[in-house]
């Protein structure tokens, strides 16, 4: 276990979901998003993509005195999945929470993409006792971040959306499979 994580400790994700996976589709398939999206639209994708940091998870540590873990190819679900059996924990979170551009979801939604299994690069989970202190001093760098659940003492991984609670599956291939 790292840094002493256990039940109880609040889940911090950083970044927005599936923005470098973002930056992958528009790379190859620029002409069908130029015929169906704005220059506006599919400039702010590339604006926020080039903004996404490119901090070592380490860097990040340092940064926040956390336990941090990247998120990356398969997306925030497999990154959630991946964090639970390291630390052999549950979790539960609330996806409401997660911090998702409405752009990554339109093009997801052309593509039949699931934004929460698509590659999210510059993305990190961090897990803490101190969330506040921790989203303070992650917003003053201008880095996004937002308490989406915390981890619980039993295996269950639980993703809540409003009424609806389903579990974690095993991680599956990253979503930009489907059209790679």
């Known amino acids: ?15 927005w979901i599936g923005l470098s996976g973002m930056q992958i ?7 069908e998003l130029r015929e169906r999206f704005s220059r506006a639209f599919l400039a702010e ?5 080039d903004r996404v940091p490119a901090c070592p998870a380490e860097e990040m540590e340092a940064l926040t005195g956390e336990t941090v873990r990247p998120v990356g190819e398969g997306g925030i679900f497999a990154a959630l999945w ?6 052999k924990t549950g979790l539960h979170v609330d996806l409401k929470k997660f911090p998702v551009r409405q752009e990554t979801i339109e093009i ?6 699931n934004p ?4 999210s690069g510059g993305c990190f989970l961090i897990v ?14 201008g880095i996004p971040a937002a308490v989406i659940g915390e981890l619980t003492n039993n295996n269950d991984k639980i993703i809540q959306n409003g009424e609806d609670i389903r579990y974690i599956d095993r991680p599956a291939p ?6 790679l």
């Open 1 to 15: 276990m790292d840094k002493g994580v256990r039940a109880g400790q609040k889940i911090i994700l950083t970044g």
């Open 128 to 141: 803490t006792e101190d969330e506040s202190r921790v989203v303070r001093e992650l917003s003053a760098r």
């Open 108 to 113: 997801c939604e052309l593509y039949r993409l």
């Open 116 to 119: 929460y299994q698509l590659r």
């Open 82 to 87: 991946d964090l639970a059996k390291e630390e």
């Open 45 to 49: 994708i590339k604006e926020q993509a």
């Open 25 to 31: 589709v528009m790379d190859k398939k620029e002409r």
């Open 174 to 179: 990253d979503e930009l499979e489907k059209i």
